[in-house]
């Protein structure tokens, strides 16, 4: 196998990342979808909304497009810094207040919002505090959150001898918000395809995503990178479990 294809990797490796933008990947990298559309619910449960708040934003790239249904008072956290600094510019000439928050930082603390004060709370992919959650909401308030299945890409991992699965799944996560004083409106997961069409892209998406391999390279993978490129040639494209979960819940209005 030639140097020409771990220089390529490398290259990739060297790739700027930034915000939640995987357009670098477009056409290399393509995942199924669930039958549900996160977009169009969080677009429905924004409507009428007092005030909200979208948890990890990211870059504010795909809170931007729900602009048509912000309510007055639309907040966004975010909790990596290069991040905060693009959400902002980007969201900020939407109305859109922008709060440094990292939802898996112990010294975070407590949301920084006043209990009962928002409408609705978003989290696509960001982790989250069920009990903080339900303090946030105002009664009848909605939860949306979408999230990556544990076992989504778990064989992808397991080629680089990670076995163990991520905890997160459906059963765990609805058993946290029902605890919390939530009741469930909707829970419901599925799995279908992640497919690679060059391993310079796994490269790329293991770099964004440093949680799937830790301490990830490609010096350091190099001889995994290679059985995946002969893979590749044989089978034509790399193909992995792809798994979400999607949970609506409301906080409980007192009798």
């Given at each position: 196998?030639?140097?020409?294809?771990?220089?390529?990797?490398?290259?990739?490796?060297?790739?700027?990342?930034?915000?939640?933008?995987?357009?670098?990947?477009?056409?290399?990298?393509?995942?199924?979808?669930?039958?549900?559309?996160?977009?169009?619910?969080?677009?429905?449960?924004?409507?009428?909304?007092?005030?909200?708040?979208?948890?990890?934003?990211?870059?504010?790239?795909?809170?931007?497009?729900?602009?048509?249904?912000?309510?007055?008072?639309?907040?966004?956290?975010?909790?990596?810094?290069?991040?905060?600094?693009?959400?902002?510019?980007?969201?900020?000439?939407?109305?859109?207040?922008?709060?440094?928050?990292?939802?898996?930082?112990?010294?975070?603390?407590?949301?920084?919002?006043?209990?009962?004060?928002?409408?609705?709370?978003?989290?696509?992919?960001?982790?989250?505090?069920?009990?903080?959650?339900?303090?946030?909401?105002?009664?009848?308030?909605?939860?949306?959150?979408?999230?990556?299945?544990?076992?989504?890409?778990?064989?992808?991992?397991?080629?680089?001898?990670?076995?163990?699965?991520?905890?997160?799944?459906?059963?765990?996560?609805?058993?946290?918000?029902?605890?919390?004083?939530?009741?469930?409106?909707?829970?419901?997961?599925?799995?279908?395809?992640?497919?690679?069409?060059?391993?310079?892209?796994?490269?790329?998406?293991l770099r964004a995503l440093p949680?799937?391999?830790?301490?990830?390279?490609?010096?350091?993978?190099?001889?995994?990178?290679?059985?995946?490129?002969?893979?590749?040639?044989?089978?034509?494209?790399?193909?992995?479990?792809?798994?979400?979960?999607?949970?609506?819940?409301?906080?409980?209005?007192?009798?």
């Amino acid at each position: 196998m030639s140097d020409e294809l771990l220089e390529t990797w490398l290259r990739e490796e060297a790739e700027p990342f930034a915000g939640w933008d995987f357009s670098h990947l477009k056409g290399r990298w393509i995942e199924e979808d669930p039958p549900w559309s996160y977009e169009a619910l969080a677009r429905a449960g924004l409507h009428g909304a007092r005030a909200a708040v979208d948890l990890g934003t990211g870059g504010g790239e795909r809170l931007a497009r729900l602009a048509d249904a912000f309510p007055s008072r639309m907040f966004a956290t975010e909790g990596y810094p290069p991040n905060v600094a693009l959400a902002r510019q980007r969201l900020a000439p939407l109305g859109v207040m922008v709060v440094a928050y990292h939802s898996e930082d112990v010294v975070g603390g407590p949301l920084p919002f006043a209990s009962g004060s928002l409408s609705v709370m978003l989290a696509r992919h960001e982790s989250y505090d069920a009990r903080e959650a339900a303090r946030v909401l105002e009664p009848g308030g909605l939860f949306l959150t979408q999230q990556v299945h544990g076992r989504s890409l778990a064989d992808l991992r397991k080629a680089f001898g990670i076995v163990t699965a991520l905890d997160v799944t459906l059963e765990r996560s609805v058993q946290d918000l029902r605890d919390a004083g939530l009741t469930i409106d909707r829970a419901e997961e599925w799995c279908g395809a992640s497919t690679f069409h060059d391993v310079g892209a796994v490269v790329y998406a293991l770099r964004a995503l440093p949680w799937e391999v830790p301490r990830f390279s490609v010096v350091r993978h190099e001889a995994v990178l290679r059985t995946l490129q002969t893979r590749l040639e044989r089978e034509g494209a790399l193909r992995f479990t792809n798994g979400r979960f999607i949970i609506a819940a409301r906080k409980v209005v007192a009798p």
